[in-house]
């Protein structure tokens, strides 16, 4: 096993394939996730030489099953990603051979499907589970119905349109992710971790971002022929940055206002902190589930490498 010592306390992170634990002829270990990836990545690098007859050999292939967690003295283990092995890598000269694992929501964004919704984004999402034979563990209730036929599109997709309909109405954010090793899940973003960076401790270097290039102050309503019927704005940004407008076309059953509204951006604000990873425990550095880094904030993607006792992870949140 990888073992090290953090603040006093044994902690060690355990590398099983196919249930066969490969801690001791691992080499490196990145663990990644990104809210644009859909799927968290697992690549790790295994030694491998063939005139060594002492190193055991590991038969990995495709198609095997991963599993990455992590362990303290004082608390239970922890599972931290479960998924297969779809790539692996290996160069003539070499001693060592990569694998690259993805989480199961591969298969939700892998998958199509061709469907008439009209029932809630927790229902929608079970049901996409079940058609696809991948395990659902919850989704996040809204109360929302919403009627959304998908013919020929992507299952990720569905889930998300679902989503972005009842985010237009009550203004929460929403994202899927892994839990429980393989059961898929939808949450609300911006929950708190409880992590803390502070400078000459865990964090290391930090960066802060503006941005107007993806802003919309004005959005025009139109009518099924293109009329124009009715506008929503952001005067105050508009008289200060002049206007960048886009254009919402009436839907049955959908408030106007409301769609319009949601079109609106502001000034995008962004950071990226590299620290200590031993600041959120299990935690990758705040996995990709959009945990929140301070207010305001939230985390969007992280990556985080693990080769020595000292590890350092890259977050980049907005």
Not at 18 to 40: E, F, H, P, Y
Not at 192 to 220: F, W
């Amino acid at each position: 096993m990888i073992d090290w010592y953090i603040g006093g306390a044994t902690k060690y992170k355990k590398l099983v394939v196919n249930n066969r634990d490969l801690s001791q002829l691992v080499g490196t270990v990145t663990w990644s996730g990104d809210s644009k990836q859909v799927a968290r990545k697992l690549t790790f690098t295994v030694a491998s030489r063939a005139s060594d007859r002492f190193l055991p050999k590991v038969p990995i292939r495709e198609g095997d099953q991963v599993v990455f967690s992590y362990k303290d003295k004082s608390a239970p283990e922890r599972v931290l990603f479960g998924g297969p092995v779809l790539d692996i890598d290996k160069a003539a000269s070499g001693n060592s051979i990569t694998y690259t694992a993805l989480d199961l929501l591969f298969y939700i964004n892998g998958s199509d499907i061709s469907h008439v919704f009209d029932d809630t984004p927790e229902a929608i999402t079970a049901w996409v589970c079940s058609h696809l034979g991948v395990p659902f563990g919850s989704a996040a209730p809204t109360g929302v119905r919403v009627y959304m036929p998908c013919l020929g599109k992507r299952a990720y997709e569905a889930i998300m349109a679902a989503y972005t309909a009842a985010s237009r109405q009550n203004g929460k954010k929403y994202m899927p992710m892994m839990r429980d090793v393989n059961k898929v899940c939808v949450i609300e973003k911006g929950v708190l971790c409880g992590a803390v960076l502070e400078g000459g401790y865990n964090l290391t270097e930090a960066s802060y971002k503006t941005s107007l290039q993806n802003m919309v102050n004005r959005v025009v309503i139109t009518n099924k022929e293109g009329t124009e019927v009715g506008a929503v704005e952001d005067g105050d940004a508009r008289k200060k940055y002049g206007t960048i407008q886009r254009v919402y076309q009436q839907q049955d059953g959908k408030n106007d206002a409301t769609e319009a509204k949601a079109l609106l951006q502001a000034i995008e604000q962004s950071g990226a902190v590299t620290a200590m990873s031993a600041m959120c425990g299990p935690y990758p550095a705040m996995p990709s589930s959009c945990r929140n880094l301070s207010p305001g904030f939230t985390v969007n993607s992280t990556l985080k490498a693990t080769h020595t006792p000292f590890r350092t992870a890259r977050t980049k949140c907005s």
